[in-house]
C-alpha cells in the first residue's frame, strides 16, 4: 500500500512539474505573440507616418507652386497697370 500511495504521489508531482512547464511555455508563447503583435502594429504605423509626411510635402510643394504662381500673376497685372498708365500719361 505505501509503495501505491508513493507511486502515485511521485507521478502527481511529475504531473505537476509538467503542468508547470506548460504553464511556462504558455506565458513565453502569449509573450512572444504580443511582441509580435505590438512589432507589426508599430511598423503600420511608422507606414502610415510616412506616407503623411510625404502626402504634407507634396501638399507644402504645391502650396508653394500655388503661391509663386500668384505672385508672378500679381506682379504681371501690377507691370500691365504701369504700362497703361505710362500709355494714358503720354496721351
Excluded: C, G, P
Excluded at 80 to 85: A, G, L, R, V
Aim: proline content about 0%; overall charge negative.
Amino acid at each position: 500500500m505505501y509503495d501505491t500511495v508513493h507511486q502515485t504521489e511521485e507521478k502527481l508531482q511529475e504531473l505537476a512539474a509538467s503542468m508547470e512547464a506548460i504553464n511556462q511555455e504558455i506565458k513565453e508563447n502569449q509573450m512572444d505573440l504580443e511582441q509580435e503583435i505590438f512589432d507589426v502594429l508599430v511598423e503600420a504605423w511608422e507606414a502610415e507616418i510616412e506616407a503623411l509626411e510625404e502626402q504634407k510635402e507634396l501638399i507644402e510643394e504645391a502650396n508653394e507652386a500655388y503661391i509663386d504662381s500668384l505672385q508672378e500673376a500679381l506682379q504681371t497685372e501690377r507691370d500691365m497697370y504701369s504700362d497703361n498708365e505710362r500709355l494714358a500719361d503720354r496721351e
